[in-house]
C-alpha cells in the first residue's frame, strides 16, 4: 500500500498527516479553517486518497502559514506515497463542473516543480477565506512534491463554486496520475527518471 506519515513543527504549525493514495476517499480533517478542511475533504473523496491530517497553527495571526505549512506537508506525503514511481500513468487531466464554473486542473508527476496558475476571482473571500490561500496551498504542494501543475479557470462567477471546482478536479487529476497501469514497466520516461 502506497502510504506515507509525515510530521512537521515550526513555532507557526504543528502537523501531523497519515495520507494512504490507493484509498477510498476516507477523510478526518483539522487544520482550524473551516472552508479549508472542506476543501481538502473534496480533494479526498474525488481523488480515493484516504487522510487523517490535524493542523495547529497561529491562526491569530491569521490563515497563511496553516494552508501554506499544509500545502508543504502533503506535498512532501504525496510524494513519499509514490514511491520509486514505477508503473504509473504520471499524467492527469481533468475538468470539472461545479454549477456554473469550470476549471481545468492537469499534472505531469515530472519531478520538476512547476506551478501555471491561471484564476482570477471577483471576491477576495470566500467565506473568511482568504482566496490568495488557494495558489498559495498549490505552490507549497507543487514544490514538495515535485510535480508540474496547470489550473486554469475556464468561466466561473461564484467564489465558492471555483475553488470547489478546482480542489474536485485537483484529487481526480492527481488519482489518474498516480495510478499505476499494467502496461506501464519501469518509469514512463525516456530517461528513465521522473
Given at each position: 500500500?502506497?502510504?506515507?506519515?509525515?510530521?512537521?513543527?515550526?513555532?507557526?504549525?504543528d502537523i501531523k498527516l497519515?495520507?494512504?493514495?490507493?484509498?477510498?476517499g476516507k477523510y478526518e480533517i483539522d487544520t482550524g479553517i473551516g472552508f479549508f478542511d472542506h476543501?481538502?475533504?473534496?480533494?479526498?473523496?474525488?481523488?480515493?486518497?484516504?487522510?487523517d491530517l490535524a493542523c495547529k497553527g497561529d491562526l491569530a495571526v491569521d490563515n497563511h502559514h496553516t494552508v501554506e505549512d499544509v500545502g508543504i506537508v502533503l506535498g512532501k506525503a504525496f510524494a513519499e506515497a509514490l514511491g520509486d514511481k514505477a508503473g504509473i500513468a504520471r499524467y492527469g487531466t481533468a475538468y470539472t463542473p461545479m454549477d456554473e464554473s469550470l476549471s481545468m486542473v492537469s499534472v505531469d508527476i515530472s519531478g520538476r516543480p512547476y506551478l501555471h496558475y491561471?484564476?482570477?476571482?471577483q471576491n477576495p473571500y470566500a467565506g473568511k477565506f482568504e482566496t490568495e490561500l488557494v495558489e498559495e496551498f498549490f505552490r507549497a504542494f507543487v514544490n514538495h512534491a515535485r510535480i508540474t501543475l496547470h489550473i486554469h479557470l475556464i468561466c466561473g462567477k461564484n467564489t465558492h463554486h471555483i475553488i470547489e471546482s478546482i480542489f474536485k478536479g485537483f484529487g481526480r487529476a492527481l488519482d489518474q496520475a498516480s495510478a499505476i497501469q499494467g502496461r506501464i514497466h519501469g518509469i514512463l520516461s525516456s530517461k528513465g527518471l521522473i
Open positions: 500500500m502506497r502510504k506515507a506519515n509525515v510530521e512537521r513543527k515550526t513555532l507557526e504549525t497519515l495520507f494512504q493514495m490507493d484509498g477510498q476543501m481538502l475533504q473534496l480533494m479526498c473523496k474525488h481523488g480515493f486518497f484516504d487522510m491561471n484564476v482570477s476571482f
